[in-house]
């Protein structure tokens, strides 16, 4: 098994994250422990809390604005800070169990690069004229010639990916980046622009320097395995699914999801079978899901749908406390600054936890096969298995308590809310909720919280700051009558002789 079978990624973009200036006023970056990247490990307390072992970095390298300008691969963008913060980052995540994965973007450059500024001075003269696309004629900045944009955005020249000279310089890169940072993996920007040919080569320079090196591609549309394959990436984005996760919610249709994940996918002659996609509800590059979704009473049940279906699932920062964000407003608004401790622990927040431990332990979750069991308009199950054992995923999209039978028999525990359940009686989930049912008698059970510890050996002294903790539960307050719970004491009870009575039933054990 390779370590991002069982990944759970926490996607950050670090120029909106850090709250830098949005173009590159190109200053010295600040002394060596003053960058605010280093603001990373001040969130490694609610980042290891909350079950998370991978973390995805979007553009860290010097760039004009946005990250995928690149300006100079070799360097960390100095409105972050330094190298020496950056690696401090690295050191102090790979101390508390997590894997880094960089967004590496192959495909274009700035028009700020060190030697595309070559070409814009001295034109065809250029030595590396042929590190472009370039030919007669003049561009929307009277460069005195033309040049290939990525998809029509001249801010982001194209890439010779065929002159051997760049992909030498991105080896080299790359080669830095695992030096430097003892980077794990990397996300192919626009995958699906990248020369095949460039990709197999990449493939085999990576795995050659580590071989569970992660490679995994942005790609849209058409037939994933293109780019997907023992040649050339890992994994691909999930956007089929990223669109069906939405809609089948928003449209009360679980027969979109169903569809994708069980005829196209991952069912009986699905595309995908024993490949792990990387799944998400949202990014750096879409409408948060909280502002997608029409009623965020499904947000929890999407997120479980998320973590439980087959794939890598990921979280981008801030999602997990519901963070809104609207496309429509601009890029900026789906990457704001993001101050660690700041924001309250939520349903929501509580819930991801419970889904990052459940996906990255329990083995049907993360390697297991896919089978439909249950499909309507507002309610879908289904299964995962794995050497003998079986996780049962209930989603219920409906504004009323839906009943479920699951045909199988056994004692179950619901990773959410901690019930005991004999399958092979009716199974009620209430309105907007979910459960994620896995064996009793296996060893899995959420563990407490951890908390994050600093490491030892940074080159920069940095350390997690003893007033940022991680979030807890507040001492429960005195509620007033309108504040009580709608569960009355009987219906209390009867849960927890529900669960004795199952555990007993378990061990053989009379109740008399």
């Known amino acids: 098994m390779k ?25 010295p970056a600040p002394p060596d422990g003053e960058g605010k990247i280093l603001r990373v490990i001040d969130h490694l307390p609610e980042l290891k809390k909350m079950g998370f072992n991978t973390v995805l ?14 300006v100079d691969f070799m360097t960390i963008d100095k409105r ?5 913060d950056f690696k401090a980052v690295c050191d102090a995540l790979h101390a508390n169990g997590f894997r880094i994965v960089l967004d590496a973007v192959f495909n274009h450059v700035g028009r700020d690069f060190q030697y595309f500024k070559d070409v814009r001075e001295h034109k065809f003269a250029s030595q590396y004229k042929d590190w472009f696309h370039i030919r007669e004629g003049n561009s929307n900045d009277n460069d005195g010639f033309y040049y290939e944009g990525w998809e029509g955005h001249y801010d982001l020249v194209k890439l010779n990916l065929f002159n051997p000279a760049v992909k030498e310089h991105i080896f080299k890169a790359v080669e830095s980046w695992a030096d430097d940072y003892d980077i794990d993996g990397l996300r192919l920007d626009v995958a699906y622009s990248l020369d095949q040919g460039f990709l197999k080569e990449l493939r085999v320079h990576c795995k050659g320097m580590k071989e569970d090196f992660w490679l995994m591609g942005e790609t849209l549309h058409g037939d994933y395995n293109t780019w997907m394959n023992p040649e050339m990436l890992d994994s691909v984005t999930n956007y089929e699914c990223y669109k069906g996760l939405y809609s089948s919610f928003n449209d009360l249709n679980m027969y ?32 948060r899901i909280a502002s997608i979704l029409k009623d965020l009473r499904h947000i929890e049940a999407l997120h ?3 973590f439980t279906m087959p794939g890598i699932p990921g979280i981008y920062y801030g999602s997990e406390y519901g963070l809104a964000g609207d496309k429509k407003e601009g890029d900026e608004v789906l990457r704001p600054e993001f101050v660690p401790g700041t924001l309250k622990e939520t349903g929501l ?18 390697s ?34 839906q009943g479920f039978r699951l045909g199988g028999s056994g004692h179950y525990k619901d990773v959410l809310s901690g019930e005991f359940f004999d399958i092979s009686d009716n199974i009620d989930v209430p309105a907007f909720q979910a459960r994620v049912l896995y064996d009793f008698s296996c060893n899995f059970e959420i563990k407490p919280d951890r908390e ?34 709608d569960d009355s004491i009987a219906e209390i009870l009867q849960t927890i002789y529900r669960n004795i009575k199952v555990i007993a039933e378990k061990l053989n054990i009379p109740l008399e």
């Open 349 to 366: 927040t509580k819930t991801i936890a419970k889904l990052t431990q459940a996906h990255a332990t329990l083995k049907p979750l993360y």
């Open 256 to 287: 979109e999801i169903a569809y994708s994940l069980g005829n196209r996918q991952f069912g009986p002659g699905g595309l995908y079978q024993g490949k792990q996609l990387y799944c998400f509800a949202d990014n750096h590059d879409v409408t």
């Open 57 to 70: 970095f979007n553009p860290v390298f010097e760039s004009t604005a946005h990250g995928y300008d690149t």
């Open 3 to 27: 370590w991002f079978d069982n990944a759970v990624v926490y996607q950050i973009y670090p120029l909106g994250y850090c709250g830098v200036p949005r173009r590159n006023p190109f200053r």
């Open 80 to 84: 972050l800070g330094s190298k020496k």
């Open 304 to 306: 479980v749908l998320l």
């Open 452 to 485: 994050a510890v600093p490491s030892e050996s940074l080159e920069v002294k940095v350390s997690i700051q003893p007033e940022i903790a991680p979030i807890r539960d507040e001492p429960a307050q005195p509620q007033t009558e309108a504040e009580k719970p």
């Open 368 to 401: 297991g096969d896919y089978q439909q069991l249950v499909l309507n308009n507002q309610y879908f199950a289904f299964s995962r298995s794995c050497d003998n054992d079986t996780v049962y995923i209930l989603i219920n999209a409906g504004s009323y308590t």
